[in-house]
C-alpha cells in the first residue's frame, strides 16, 4: 500500500522523487547502523555453466550476489590505475569492493544521503577510498576529473536523468567509460535510450541481466526475509519487503512478467 503510494508520488512530480528517496535513504542510513548490511541491491548470478566462480574472502561471501552485480558492471573496462567515481554510492559495499578488488589508483564514492556518506566514512578507513555527499543531478567535481563512473541501481530516483548524463558526461576525461546498470519499466525504454543517445555518450555494450538479478532475488529470499523480521517494527515490514524485491512484491513480478527490465551498459565518452 505505502509501496503503490510512492510509485504514483514520484511518477507525478521529479521533486517530490527526490525528496521521498532522499528522506527514505536518509532513514536507512540513520537509524540501521550495521556495518555488515553494506549494499542495497538486487544482486546478479552469472547463468552461463561456464562462467568462473568469482574468488571472494570469506568475510565478503554474505554479500555475494551483490558483489556479483558490481563485478558484472565494474569489469566492463579494467579498472586498475584509474581514478574512478561511483555515483550514488549508498552504504559503500560497492566502492570498497572495487577498490580493495580491481585496483584502481582512486576510488570515490558520492551520494546525496549524507547520513549514508558519514555511515561510509566510518565503516571503511583504507587507503584511496574515500566517500562525500553529492547530488548525481549537480556534482561538484571538475570537469575531466574521472576515468570511469561506475553507477548501480540508483538513476530511478533521479529527479531528471538527462540532468544525471549531462553530469556523468562532464565530470569524465575523454576516453573514459561510462558503466551503468538499473532497472527500467518496460514503457519507459525507448525514452532511456533517446536520453542515452541525447547524452552524446557512445554505447559500446548493452546486456539484459534481468534473468540474472531474479536468479539471486530467487537465491537470496529466504536470507533476506529472516534478516527483515528481526531488524524492522511489523508496521514497516511490506514497506521493507518491496523495497528488497523479495518473492511476491511489486518489483520481483514485474522483472518476471516482463514489464520490468534490468539492463546493463557501457558507455565512453569519445567526443569532448
Ligand atoms: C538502491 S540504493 C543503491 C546503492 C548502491 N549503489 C548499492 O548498489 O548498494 C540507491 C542509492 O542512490 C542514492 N541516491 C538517490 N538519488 C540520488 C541523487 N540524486 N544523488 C546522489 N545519490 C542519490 C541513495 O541515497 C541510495 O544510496
Not at 579494467?78 to 589508483?105: C, F, H, T
Not at 530511478?156 to 532497472?183: E, I, M, P, W
Request: hydrophobic residues 35%; aromatic residues 12%.
Amino acid at each position: 500500500m505505502i509501496a503503490k503510494l510512492v510509485i504514483r508520488l514520484c511518477q507525478f512530480s521529479p521533486y517530490l522523487k527526490r525528496l521521498i528517496w532522499r528522506k527514505w535513504y536518509d532513514l536507512l542510513a540513520g537509524h540501521y547502523q550495521q556495518r555488515d548490511w553494506s549494499f542495497m541491491n538486487y544482486g546478479y548470478v552469472p547463468l552461463n555453466p561456464d562462467a568462473e566462480q568469482l574468488r571472494l574472502d570469506e568475510a565478503d561471501e554474505p554479500n555475494r550476489y551483490c558483489i556479483q552485480l558490481y563485478h558484472h558492471v565494474a569489469s566492463g573496462v579494467n579498472l586498475k590505475d584509474a581514478d574512478v567515481l561511483e555515483i550514488s554510492s549508498g552504504r559503500g559495499g560497492g566502492s570498497y569492493y572495487i577498490n580493495r578488488y580491481l585496483e584502481p589508483k582512486t576510488m570515490v564514492g558520492v551520494d546525496y544521503s549524507e547520513k549514508a556518506v558519514a555511515f561510509c566514512n566510518q565503516s571503511y578507513c583504507i587507503d584511496g577510498l574515500s566517500f562525500v555527499t553529492g547530488d548525481a543531478e549537480l556534482l561538484s567535481f571538475k570537469d575531466n576529473r574521472f576515468d570511469v563512473i561506475v553507477n548501480v541501481e540508483a538513476s530511478h530516483c533521479y529527479g531528471s536523468k538527462d540532468a544525471f548524463l549531462t553530469q556523468v558526461k562532464r565530470v569524465l576525461r575523454k576516453d573514459g567509460y561510462f558503466l551503468y546498470a538499473d532497472l527500467h519499466g518496460k514503457g519507459n525504454i525507448d525514452t532511456l535510450y533517446e536520453q542515452l543517445r541525447r547524452s552524446g555518450l557512445t554505447l559500446i555494450k548493452e546486456t539484459n541481466i534481468t534473468p540474472n538479478v531474479l536468479e539471486a532475488l530467487d537465491l537470496d529470499n529466504n536470507r533476506k526475509t529472516v534478516l527483515i523480521q528481526q531488524l524492522v517494527p511489523k508496521v514497516l515490514l511490506n514497506t521493507f519487503q518491496q523495497f528488497a524485491g523479495l518473492k511476491g512484491t511489486t518489483i520481483y513480478e514485474g522483472l518476471r512478467s516482463g514489464s520490468v527490465i534490468y539492463l546493463s551498459f557501457v558507455l565512453q565518452k569519445q567526443q569532448p
